[in-house]
């Protein structure tokens, strides 16, 4: 149940989807150098720490199906930005890596992704952005 103190016309998923579209935009304009779709920049910014993924795995931290994400990877792997690879002793199971193009566009997308975050929570207190990342957790885990 929503509290009475939160206006009746407010909606949550509202606000998150106009933030996520600002968002998006403010980091298409930083990173429109790269061409990337908001999808490619998602799923390296996931694989930004340089660990390899599975295709699963992958898709569960952008937060879309693995069938969905083959397109996108199909996409970054014509880019030669990433590899796909069976696991060594499971060749069943497909490894997600970096190239080194791959570990650059990381590299400037997370650096943007910081520089942003650091502006838009400029003022805040820790409290504040515990509770906004709580939140977003929240929202981020609802059962399709």
Not at 26 to 34: F, I, K, Q, S
Not at 53 to 81: F, M, N, Q, W, Y
């Amino acid at each position: 149940m929503i509290s009475d103190e939160v206006p009746p016309d407010w909606s949550a998923l509202l606000a998150l989807q106009r933030a996520t579209h600002a968002t998006l935009q403010v980091l298409a304009a930083e990173l429109v150098d790269l061409d990337l779709t908001a999808s490619e920049i998602n799923a390296l910014a996931n694989l930004a720490d340089g660990r390899g993924r599975t295709i699963s795995e992958l898709g569960k931290a952008v937060g879309v199906r693995p069938t969905t994400l083959s397109s996108v990877l199909d996409r970054l792997e014509r880019r030669d930005h990433i590899t796909r690879g069976a696991r060594p002793g499971d060749r069943r199971v497909v490894v997600v890596e970096l190239t080194a193009a791959g570990r650059e566009a990381a590299t400037a997308i997370r650096e943007s992704i910081t520089r942003i975050e650091q502006r838009a929570l400029e003022g805040r207190s820790a409290a504040e952005i515990a509770v906004l990342r709580q939140s977003l957790e929240i929202l981020a885990g609802m059962p399709a």
